[in-house]
Antibody
Framework: EVQLVESGGGLVQPGGSLRLSCAVS????????MTWVRQAPGKGLEWVAN????????SYVDSVRGRFTISRDNAKNSLYLQMNTLRVEDTAVYYC??????WGQGTLVTVSS | QTVVTQEPSLTVSPGGTVTLTCGSS?????????PYWVQQKPGQAPRTLIY???NKHSWTPARFSGSLLGGKAALTLSGAQPEDEAEYYC??????????FGGGTKLTVL
């Protein structure tokens, strides 16, 4: 059974940091390009960042570049998103996904004072 | 800034057929944009139905099909069911740039 389980979300003040994790099982993680997608309350999906299988190529949406860092540990079948200098507009459910097929259930990040 | 355009909302009768489209501000959508179609029901995580224009997963109901139509990506639902009521998002990939989601189409089966 395929599982993508996100964790690490929560309430943080503007300017703060959070690190999201995604634990993957059921498919070959090390062969998979992985993506973070977010969805602000009542809004559509927004592609945030992705990372090549071997971690050598990263891409970010303009609004998070320089503040967020995507990384992975293939030995642990895990994907991460380090989020720094958080803004109110970063409030969203963050999904870990292999876009092509599998999605996690998401973790809620709330940035508020 | 690339914009991917979808119909904000569509309504289809049970058993009817409806086509959702996905356009790009950069020009015609081609197979080189590797169009995806993602379904999201209220309160649920997204689910990918269609990849690379028209390929289906094992969980994709046969009544859904993807294609290119008039310079856009298209998702056609033939024989709509009440459980197909959902938000549908397309995702296009761009060479040398990040992928972009459309704004979504809210499909009502009524």
């Amino acid at each position: 059974e395929v599982q993508l389980v996100e964790s690490g979300g929560g309430l943080v003040q503007p300017g703060g940091s959070l690190r999201l994790s995604c634990a993957v099982s059921g498919f070959t993680f090390s062969n998979s390009r992985m993506t973070w997608v977010r969805q602000a309350p009542g809004k559509g999906l927004e592609w945030v960042a992705n990372l090549k299988e071997d971690g050598t190529e990263k891409s970010y949406v303009d609004s998070v570049r320089g503040r967020f860092t995507i990384s992975r540990d293939n030995a642990k079948n895990s994907l991460y998103l380090q989020m720094n200098t958080l803004r109110v507009e970063d409030t969203a459910v963050y999904y870990c996904t292999r876009i092509h097929d599998y999605w996690g259930q998401g973790t809620l990040v709330t940035v508020s004072s | 800034q690339t914009v991917v355009t979808q119909e904000p909302s569509l309504t289809v009768s049970p058993g009817g057929t409806v086509t959702l489209t996905c356009g790009s501000s950069t020009g015609a959508v081609t197979s080189g944009h590797f169009p995806y179609w993602v379904q999201q029901k209220p309160g649920q995580a997204p689910r990918t139905l269609i990849y690379n224009t028209g390929n289906k997963h094992s969980w994709t109901p046969a009544r859904f099909s993807g294609s290119l139509l008039g310079g856009k990506a298209a998702l056609t639902l033939s024989g709509a069911q009440p459980e197909d009521e959902a938000e549908y998002y397309c995702l296009l990939s761009y060479t040398g740039a990040r992928p972009v989601f459309g704004g979504g189409t809210k499909l009502t089966v009524l």
